[in-house]
């Protein structure tokens, strides 16, 4: 009778092991998603803010490989920081485990 019910116990305790792991997949996943989506949106600030200063500068004329290039260099900037973010969250991650 004890062995069914220790049985039970360590059956019950596997399955809530399992849950837990596909739990934790989840949230690997959803966090892998808003990286992205910080990156996705960072872009977009970049590209809005570059245009807004192009736009509303002191030059009358928008020469418009100008505001590529600055566009790229601000892109540059942005691709630094998420190298850094990503090593931020690496460490996180590891700290985590």
Known sequence: QSEKILKGVVKQQE???FQLIDKSGEV???KNEIFHLK???QHAETEAKVLWEELHGKEP???AAH???RLLQRQEVDKLRL???EK???RQMLSDK
């Open 15 to 17: 399955e809530k092991i």
């Open 28 to 30: 690997s996943i959803l």
């Open 39 to 41: 990156r996705s949106l």
């Open 61 to 63: 004329k928008v020469d």
């Open 67 to 69: 505001i590529q290039e």
């Open 83 to 85: 190298m850094l973010l």
């Open 88 to 90: 931020e969250n690496e």
